[in-house]
């Protein structure tokens, strides 16, 4: 939290794979149990930091997120029509609607952080600039993750200041 440098009413972008946390396959072998601890726990920080959480489905949704409604209205982000399966969003994606307050699907977000376990791709959803964040935990299970933050964009070129 120290690292990313967030504000309040941020938002954090978190992809899961459930499969790789417990050694399978990305997407072949989705876990509740798994989900509900993992999402259940970042919901819990975040909140505590007035922090906003999207949730990242899977390629077969596109990569839409579970937001809820009064994040979507505040950023202008347009509701999309799906709810989320294990084989078809996620666990991760199921577990977020059981989380929130008024959970709904959104297409695209720009947020100003997120987290990646599993390797899921989470780059689109997270501002341009992006800034890996190095910590600690290297892996949640077996799965693998990364952590990204958001700089402005450095312009002006060898002329400019930027300190």
């Not at 390629?59 to 999309?80: I, M, P, S, T, Y």
């Not at 997270?126 to 600690?136: A, G, L």
């Not at 700089?151 to 300190?163: V, W």
Request: glycine share 10%.
């Amino acid at each position: 939290m120290d690292q990313a440098q967030l504000e309040k009413d941020d938002l954090v972008v978190l992809g899961l794979s459930t499969s790789e946390v417990h050694g399978g396959i990305i997407g072949k072998d989705s876990n509740i149990e798994i989900a509900w601890a993992i999402v259940s726990t970042v919901v819990n920080i975040l909140r505590k930091h007035q922090l906003h959480l999207a949730v990242q489905g899977c390629e077969h949704l596109n990569r839409a997120l579970v937001v809820e409604r009064n994040v979507a209205k505040e950023r202008g982000f347009e509701q999309v029509t799906v709810f989320p399966s294990l084989h078809a969003g996620g666990a991760g994606q199921i577990a977020a609607f059981e989380n929130f307050n008024d959970s709904i699907e959104v297409e695209h977000i720009t947020a100003e952080a997120g987290m990646d376990i599993g390797d899921t791709s989470i780059g689109m959803h997270v501002k341009f600039i992006q800034v890996p964040v190095r910590t600690s935990i290297k892996q949640i299970g077996l799965a693998h993750t990364t952590y990204l933050r958001n700089r402005p964009k450095l312009i002006g070129g060898a002329r400019a200041k930027y300190e």
